[in-house]
């Protein structure tokens, strides 16, 4: 099954002591989804790994040699904006849902049905796919906030110079569009010569 994704540029971090589980996940992943795909064999290796980079999808195999990943799997989940699957013996497959379900974290049982680690993957793009697109919208709101604050202040440090609101307002539109330019760059320049019309 293939991934319907515009974007083909995901990360993926394996963390698994077992080379012969990363083989078969790599095996299941759709051709042409992840841009990087990289594995580490225990908990500190991947801590390390994960103050280099950001990674979109993470895959445990527990117990890791060093701990048994449940730990791990909530710091990962408080520090990082990673989707994350884990797979653990089906003896505490339970114990570990109770525990990460509310953070998010897909859990599958061992031994582990490919199918429903293919499944659980492509929910975690689908979820990296609309955080992706809200942090985009939150980004544009900032810059909106921003942008009206920078004119809001320049609209006043002008009014300050002799203008009323309208002449202004007016001013700073012509500025932006005799330049080409976007309100709040000819308000950070009305800031910085303190109001006085450059």
Do not use: C, W
């Not at 996940?25 to 042409?32: A, E, N």
């Not at 049982?109 to 979820?127: D, F, Q, T, Y």
């Amino acid at each position: 099954m293939a991934l319907n994704s515009k974007r083909k540029d995901y990360s993926l971090l394996i963390i698994s002591s077992s080379e012969q589980f990363n083989i078969a996940i790599k095996k299941i992943l759709p051709g042409g989804t992840f841009s990087a795909i990289e594995t580490r064999k225990s908990a500190s290796a991947a801590k390390r790994e994960l103050l280099e980079r950001h990674y979109d999808v993470i895959i445990i195999n527990a117990p890791l040699p060093d701990e048994f990943g449940v730990d791990f799997v909530m710091d990962i989940q408080d520090r990082h904006n990673s989707g994350i699957l884990v797979a653990v013996p089906g003896e505490v497959f339970d114990t570990v849902t109770d525990r990460t379900i509310d953070y998010g974290v897909i859990v599958v049982p061992k031994p582990v049905k490919l199918a429903m680690v293919e499944r659980g993957v492509r929910l975690l793009i689908a979820v990296q796919n609309r955080l992706r697109s809200n942090e985009k919208k939150i980004k544009s709101l900032e810059d909106k906030i921003t942008e009206i604050r920078f004119v809001a202040r320049a609209k006043l440090m002008l009014i300050q110079n002799g203008m009323n609101e309208e002449e202004a307002e007016r001013y700073i539109i012509k500025q932006a569009m005799d330049g080409g330019v976007r309100k709040s760059v000819v308000a950070e320049e009305i800031i910085e010569n303190g109001g006085i019309k450059s």
